[in-house]
């Protein structure tokens, strides 16, 4: 899978137009793999300020003794201000949902929540192609929990329940 991804974005860096004139970026937060997560983005311009991003992440994280294994689809809009979609400084709205399997000691259901909220984020699109974006802001979550096995409820916390803060380094292509 994680060569066939890397391939992928060969591929699309050679074939793609010129960097400057990018209308789309593919890119992956190197930041949640220490969270036992991987994620991967979309963006693409809508007009000369605007652009719609979608987000897709995998987890396997571990919160003391609670497991959460499962997807996330995070979409968003991105509102540049002052410079041209799909490079500069912008701020942005963001839905979430949430769909885990959840573990804890013998224990066992499904959480699956829905959210949102805002980020401040700077992304740069070389020349290269290259593309850097780093961005922060709060987020909440509010979930259900089904019991699948045993009785316990498991304690949902660390942002994936609540209020939380969604930060992260994205690098990828522009094309």
Known sequence: MKKLFLCALTALAFLGAKAQDAQNTIKINPLSALLSTGSVFYERKIN???SAQLGLAYTGIKL????FTGVA???EVRFYLKQKAISGLYAAPF?????????????KGKYNSFGGGA???????YGSGFV?????????NSGTYKATQGNN???IKGG???????????????F
């Open 48 to 50: 000369d300020g605007i």
């Open 64 to 67: 003391e003794d609670v497991k």
């Open 73 to 75: 689809i995070t979409p």
């Open 95 to 107: 839905l979430r949902y949430q769909n885990y399997t959840v573990t804890d000691g013998t224990d």
């Open 119 to 125: 980020l401040i984020g700077r992304q740069w699109v």
């Open 132 to 140: 850097l974006d780093l961005f922060f802001g709060p987020s909440y």
């Open 153 to 155: 409820e498991p304690d």
């Open 160 to 174: 994936i329940e609540g209020f939380g803060i969604r930060t992260g380094i994205a690098l990828g292509f522009g």
